[in-house]
């Protein structure tokens, strides 16, 4: 039983192949977690290197409270199932189970007493004087679960384990596996490429693709609200449909234009709100996505609603409580091969369709996704990163959704019209602009407040609106946190983010230096070796921990030699009597807060600063936050 810890994980095979990237995950203690993709994707990777059977690269893996990275995998508390059983043939079943509890020598009554229970679980107990050539490919499978329940790990590590088992058998054995988690209450990770297995045995799943995770979360919100089009598409049978579209605000509703068909439907822009407005301009493509049960040929469902296509059906499959009706919206299509008109639906009309039929369809617009045309990430995002706004600034003043707020002396700039985009996380609740409620919904652990602004609407995150004590509809003042805005006017950014993070080049050193020791009274000089970090000349020594995590990364040889660079975030940067050399040159007023400009050997950088500094300043980083990054294999070691 334990928690599972991966930090900024990195996997780099020795032949230069990045097999995994940046991997952050916190496993909570008694979870089943899935980590699924495509042939290649990293799963197996990340699932050796939490096992110990693959040296990490970088970052930070704990299981419980213990940093693993360099612990034997037999110290690491986990056992491991595979794909191939690997089962000692010459060893009865009772054996094989045994093996390993006899190598760790406990008394024979105890491991026959583990044994048994084991087995009992497992449902094998008739089995265990047999040999594994006796036993059917389940059954092997089950004596390797034996193997590794009977040691009671902390996790439970499964790799492909029904890869090998037939259709029925694995329906069956997945079921089981998901009753002997909940049996043994210990953490399960997981490894398929099968999202049918990810979805029914997950609590949550990790989706995979290129060595990068694209998306951790529940089956269900996976289902419902796929992070890109990758996901959208790996997820589900039959695949999500895709219809490569163009929509057009046109006042209070939204039209969508179909791509290669003459479909077209209009749906009121409310339902589009989390848009970014850029896609609505009747000119960026994007992805449609619609899964096969949102498209409906009910009577009813057709009559009632205002976004019916016409399909052209090419032909149908079916499954007994429903038929996947296939078709196309380009009435020149074929429907058989994947395009961007072919269409999936799920019929429970019963209708019979014949190859050739034009019939309607109702598409349910409240279950629609939207994909970028280019990067395929979601562009209806649950969780909007930034409200889109038009903006004036007119003598010192911003001017947007019908209200006007002094600009902070740092972005003071001549006026203008333009685009304004304010972060969802930029929102605060010291201000005198007001905004009402209109709705609150809590997203995995996140706040996100709908706000009305002079009928303009405005979404904002982690606002600490229920501690406010309000209440739904009710009017509240809100403020910007105006370093997080940005401010585009013909096509260029007039005003952008202050950037939180300061990067500063760095090299890791060693450095010889002598400390006096008191030898029976003798004041002594004694050479000691310091291991740390050389900023623009300064050398600052690192903890131990830190040492031992570039030298994991980069081996001994290299650590000396790799440029570096230290990342400092804005309030873990201060103004100190000695530290990294710098140059002042200039404040940034952003009313609430000030911020230095500095100039470090030629890298700009911004400490937070209360009164007045003088042209040469030492700075002093906050070791506890810093990170440490290898620019070039762009991997985080710290
Ligand atoms: P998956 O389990 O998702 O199928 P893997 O984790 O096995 O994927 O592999 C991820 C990537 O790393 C693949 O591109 C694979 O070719 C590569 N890879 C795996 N093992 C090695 C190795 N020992 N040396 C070099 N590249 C490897």
Do not use: W
């Not at 990237?21 to 909570?28: H, L, P, Q, S």
């Amino acid at each position: 039983m334990a928690d599972v810890s991966l930090k900024h994980i990195y996997k780099v095979y020795p032949n230069g192949t990045k097999a995994v990237n940046d991997f952050n995950m916190e496993i909570a203690d008694k979870e089943f977690i899935v980590f699924v993709g495509p042939s290649g994707c990293g799963k197996s990777t990340t699932l050796r290197m939490i096992a110990g059977l693959e040296d990490i690269s970088a970052g930070e893996l704990k299981i419980g409270d213990t940093i693993v990275n360099d612990m034997e995998p037999k110290d690491r508390d986990i056992a491991m199932v595979f794909q191939n059983y690997a089962l000692y043939p010459h060893m009865t079943v009772y054996e094989n189970i045994a093996f390993g509890l006899r190598l760790r020598k406990l008394p024979k009554d105890e491991i026959h007493k583990k044994v048994v229970e084991a087995a009992e679980i497992l449902g094998i107990t008739e089995y265990l004087n047999k040999k594994p050539k006796e036993m059917s490919g389940g059954q092997r499978q089950r004596v390797a679960l034996g193997r590794a329940i009977v040691r009671e790990p902390k996790v439970m590590l499964l790799d492909e384990p029904l890869s090998n088992l037939d259709a029925k058998l694995r329906t069956q054995m997945r079921a089981e596996i998901s009753k002997l988690h909940s049996k043994l209450n210990t953490t399960f990770i997981y490894v398929t490429h099968d999202q049918v297995e990810a979805m029914t045995m997950g609590t949550r799943i990790v989706v995979m693709k290129d060595g990068f995770v694209q998306q951790i979360d529940t089956p269900k919100n996976l289902y419902n609200y796929p992070a890109n089009k990758f996901v959208a598409g790996f997820i589900g049978t039959p695949q999500m449909n895709f219809f490569e579209a163009t929509l057009n605000k046109e006042g209070e509703n939204v039209i969508i234009k179909f791509e290669y068909s003459n479909a077209q439907i209009t749906v009121p822009y409310s339902m589009l709100y989390k848009a970014k407005p850029a896609y609505l301009d009747g000119k960026t493509k994007v992805y449609i996505g619609l899964r096969a049960e949102d498209i409906s040929l009910l009577p009813e469902d057709i009559k009632n609603s205002k976004a019916v296509v016409k399909v052209k059906v090419s032909h149908k499959e079916e499954l007994g409580s429903e038929t996947l009706v296939y078709g196309d919206i380009n009435m020149d299509g074929d429907g058989y091969a994947e395009s961007s008109t072919r269409v999936i639906i799920k019929d429970y009309s019963g209708r019979d369709l014949k190859s050739g039929d034009i019939i309607d369809a109702s598409l349910n617009i409240e279950n629609i996704h939207l994909f970028d045309y280019e990067n395929e990430q979601c562009v209806l995002p649950r969780i909007p990163e930034y409200n889109y706004l038009d903006c004036e600034i007119k003598n010192g003043k911003l001017c947007f959704a019908g209200c006007e707020i002094d600009l902070p002396e740092a972005l003071k700039c001549n006026d203008l019209k333009g685009d304004l985009l304010l972060p969802t996380d930029a929102l605060t609740l010291n201000g005198n602009l007001k905004a009402e409620v209109v709705s609150h919904e809590s997203i995995n652990g996140i706040n996100l407040l709908a706000l009305n602004m002079n009928g303009h609407r405005f979404y904002a995150v982690n606002l600490q609106y229920s501690e406010a004590g309000k209440t739904l509809n009710s009017s509240i003042n809100i403020g910007i946190d105006f370093k997080k805005i940005t401010v585009i006017s013909d096509g260029k950014t007039v005003i952008a983010p202050l950037s939180e993070l300061n990067k500063l080049n760095c090299k890791f050193v060693k450095r010889k230096e002598y400390e006096e020791v008191n030898v029976n009274g003798k004041i002594k000089r004694k050479k000691a070796i310091r291991f740390g970090f050389d900023v623009a000349g300064k050398f600052f020594q690192a903890s131990e921990d830190m040492s031992q995590k570039i030298f994991a990364a980069l081996g001994i040889k290299k650590a000396f030699t790799t440029p570096l660079n230290l990342e400092c975030g804005i309030y873990d940067l201060a103004i100190s009597d000695s530290g990294i050399p710098a140059k002042a040159e200039g404040y940034l007023d952003f009313g609430s807060e000030r911020f230095l400009k500095c100039d470090v050997d030629g890298s700009e950088v911004y400490v937070k600063i209360d009164g007045e500094a003088s042209d040469n300043i030492y700075l002093q980083p906050n070791f506890e936050n810093v990170g440490v990054l290898d620019i070039e294999r762009e991997i985080k070691i710290i």
